[in-house]
């Protein structure tokens, strides 16, 4: 068996640095911030102390340290991700798949325990007196104690697992193994990661030419020196061609807290007035956040290679918040706040240039790469959608660069370039049609006509698209045309004969259409025939600027008032249900008997749908009457 020489347990390491890097940056902005706070920031560094002896090694900072209520909230539990789901998991899961849950869920420091039989850490927060010891065997559970001589920073040993090259578990108390997984996972860290190492003392120093004359052998005399392991070199001060992808996916988890590879690397470099580069990432799986209130958001900003802050929201709308990465910008001032970057037009520049940039990043992916970009889209593309209402600069590129579900495919979603392609040559307009799902859509009468005259329709079944149809009015010149709203016109060039019929038609179903239409008054604003039915008897459609049903419920399900609106119901002439009922009222004056089918042709089309029926008792109610009647 070849064991690889690096594992996902080796992984531990870049955590614990990556956090105590964190540390360092928080207490050097504190420290800058807080006059009074007495700390020192002249050497912040982080150290690997490892003991082969013992078994234990031991990452230290002298960073921001944890208060003890900290530990708690942040340590104590598996506190990050929230759910106890992930520590069910990690309880009931065999020891290989623990990782892969680790990895899945991203906890960082927890990852410890993938080599660890026990760990302790000591910390304590700068500005206050007494430190706090923790220790547990990562079962769930854990001690606290108070450490009064905790030096300030934070100390985390391990008593590490034995050895064992099976299952990728290295020896983490050998220097060269120290050296090696630092100088591959993280070199990039900006604060310095020394390790005390021990060394022959150099001849000249050690005075032994003295020793060699005499011809004895003397004991090699070793000296103890600190090595820096790491480079400290900002990557994206580095020209791209310089920097291996694997350097630049190792910077990607530390800066994201993240666990998988980059699905694109994007860098930006800008010279002239104003200078700063940026380098971006979008990542492969979605975190768990993406979509609550509280999350992290992903940009960090740094003024000429100097940390400022982590989730720098100024520099990348809401839309592209899965957007991770650094900028650094040259001009601004290093004690800049949130406040000044909300207002600061330098800020708002870099921020229009990474947009664009991130767009056509998902273009070119789009273009060149369907597998990536089918990862792309199922993790972010109901959040990229967003853009569509929040950003209307944009809308055209972020429409190009979207797919959408259509009748043309069962699985395989179309750009709207292609779409267009596909038109033919009397189409002008992008059809759609809005719902709750696809199946729901695929079931709804609007779409008859369309199936049997071979116009593809999209399907939009994501919340947000019931949202930027109303926004975004056209793609490439072409108008977006709900089936389900307005009047449609397929057969745009029809004959004369063919509106001599249309219009014969019309007038024998007037008597009929104009007393449904007082008959079913409270439910709808008009009853007319349809051109859009091929089989059902009816369906209800919207005027052009109404809202759909499903959008009414969204802002009802949001907290917002919303009147019902009534829709124009529309009924096929062509059907017997439809054809039956006019028959039944040309023969008779006393049209009250009638009413009942009036009622349910208009919960037929609701039903088809998928809609709610307002009274469905009622309903039921009549049906039943109407089949007795029939089958008695
Ligand atoms: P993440 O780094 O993604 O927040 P971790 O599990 O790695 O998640 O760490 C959890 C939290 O514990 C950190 O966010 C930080 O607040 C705190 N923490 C961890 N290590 C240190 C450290 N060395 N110094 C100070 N705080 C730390
Ligand atoms: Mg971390």
Redesign the pocket.
Known sequence: MVHSIYSNKDSFLR??I???S??AD?LRIEGLRDKDLDVDISDLHIRLTPDAQARTLTVS?N????SRD?VVD??GTV??SGTDELRRALADSSEENADALIGQF?????SVFMVADRVTMV?RKAGESVGTRWESTGDGTYTLDDAPDAPQ??A?TLALKPVDDDDAVHDYADQTVLRRLVTKYSDFISWPIRMTVTRPVPLDDAGSEEGAEDGERTEPTVEEVDETLNSQKALWARPRDEVSEQEYADFYRHVS?AWDDPLETITVRAEGTFEYQALLFIPTQAPFDLFMRERTSGIHLYVKRVFIMDDADELMPEYLRFVRGVVDAADLSLNVSREILQQDRQIRAIRRRLVKKVISSIQQIQDQRPEDYTTFWSNFGRVFKEGLMSDQDNAQAILKASVFASTRSDDEPTTLDDYISRMSSEQDVIYYMTGESRTQIEKSPHLEAFRAKGIEVLLLSDPVDEVWVGAVPEFDGKQFVSVAKGVVDLDGDADESDTDATSQRDEQFAPLLSWLGETLADDVTQVRLSSRLTDSAACLVGDAFSMTPQLEKLYRASGQEVPTSKRILELNPDNALVTALRTAFESGDDHTTLIPAARLVHATAVLAEGGDLEDPAEIARLLAATLTENLG
Do not use: Q, R, V, W
Not at 63 to 66: L, S
Not at 106 to 110: A, D, E, L, S, T
């Open positions: 955590e614990l990556s956090n105590a964190d540390a928080k900072d960073g921001i340290g944890m900290e942040l340590i506190a990050k991203g906890i960082g420091f927890y910390t920073g934070t985390i807290h």
